[in-house]
């Protein structure tokens, strides 16, 4: 459930990734609801790779240090998990 959560909140912010094709014929991207969140590759692929990495990397750190994520697409990472009483089950 929570790998679910995580996948979809990565990928929702991938898709908002923005990318730049520089001088030298590298990307750039970024993500611009993830402060601090950019990535460069020599091609597209490598950027867009690079970007999911640091994305991944932002998220655990944020979450381990009790930064403020953004929600994204409804996706909010900031609660808690929610535990069901055993008598439901």
Partial sequence: ???AILSGYID???S???YDKLEDGSFSGRIKECKGV???GKTLR???NEL???L???IFVGL???HPLPVIDGIDLNKGPVHEPVESM
């Fill in 46 to 48: 490598e950027c867009e």
């Fill in 64 to 66: 381990k240090l009790g």
């Fill in 38 to 40: 950019i990535a460069f």
């Fill in 52 to 54: 999911q990495s640091t």
């Fill in 1 to 3: 459930m929570i790998k």
């Fill in 16 to 18: 908002c990734a923005e």
């Fill in 56 to 58: 991944e990397d932002w």
């Fill in 12 to 14: 929702s912010a991938l």
